[in-house]
Structures are given as structure tokens and as C-alpha cells.
């Protein structure tokens, strides 16, 4: 496989989201930034090999609630394990955006009474009757601030390649 590198480590192709260093948002932060969105992306581990599942999601208190289409081997390698969830947004007419992350046990949830009321957003698209619904603690939660990356500084050289 060949990988480009360049000789301006900090050079990404122009417009490309990169984290703004040294600027890790708060935990209040993090939670409002996924109130503002609804799709996200749960990665957990199915017959030992890493998946990646979109799922519709709502923050409820403290947790993440994850509204999850998921065939039967995804949903029992989900419950009661620790799970990663990543939601984020991109702005490019404004070159920003935000990335947060969460990672904790994820437990299905049997009765949906337990629920409680969801945000006064409207009924959500993904909750329906065949919806499984998880539940997501946000014990461990991290953001980060997303800006458009700049172009390599010497542009005529900026380009090698290495085998890996």
C-alpha cells in the first residue's frame, strides 16, 4: 500500500478537517454539540472484526440513547460490552466543525417505559416500533474543535511516497 507524506508534517489537503491542538472541549461542551445533531456512528466488535454502525441517537440526561437497525449478531455484540460512539459535524463553506467521542458500556434496553422522555425535538425518524433501542453511559467523553487543514508549504516537492 502506498502512503503520501509530506515534507511539512502539519500540511493536509486544503479543506480537510483537522483537529484544533490543544483545544479539548469540556464535558458540558461536548454533551451540548451532540444535542445539536442526530446521526452518529457506534463501533463495536462482531466475530472478533471491528464494525461501524449508523445509528440515529438522542442525548437523555447523561447518556446516549442509540436507536439501532441492527441485524441480531450486532445487537447481542453490543449489549453489556463497551462500545465507541462518534458523532461529529463539518461546516465547509466555514472550514469548522467538531468531533466528540464517547466510549462506555452499551446496555439494550427491553422495556422501552424505562426510556423516559426524550428531547422536545419532535418524535425522532429512527424510533419506531421495530427500533432497538441502546442505552450508552458517557462516563468517558472527548471532543475536539475541527478546522479546514492547510495546504504543504513547498507545494513543488511536497509529495513522497512510502511502502508500508
Known sequence: MRVSTHD????????????VPGNDLDRATCLELLRSSRLGRVGLSVDAL??????????????IVLGAH???????AIDGVVVA??????????GEGWSVLVQGPARRLVDR??????????????????????VVTTDVIHGVRLVAGRAPRHASHATSHARV
Not at 511539512?8 to 483537529?19: I, N, Y
Not at 424505562?114 to 441502546?134: F, H, I, K, M, N
Open 113 to 134: 417505559a424505562d426510556l423516559g422522555p426524550l428531547p422536545d425535538r419532535g418524535s425522532p425518524a429512527w424510533l419506531t416500533e421495530d427500533t432497538e433501542v441502546v
Open 70 to 76: 441492527v441485524d441480531p449478531r450486532e445487537l447481542a
Open 50 to 63: 471491528p464494525v461501524i454502525v449508523p445509528v440515529g441517537f438522542e442525548v437523555v440526561g447523561d447518556h
Open 8 to 19: 511539512d508534517p502539519d500540511a493536509v489537503r486544503p479543506g480537510t478537517p483537522v483537529p
Open 85 to 94: 460512539f462518534e458523532a461529529d459535524a463539518w461546516d465547509p463553506e466555514r
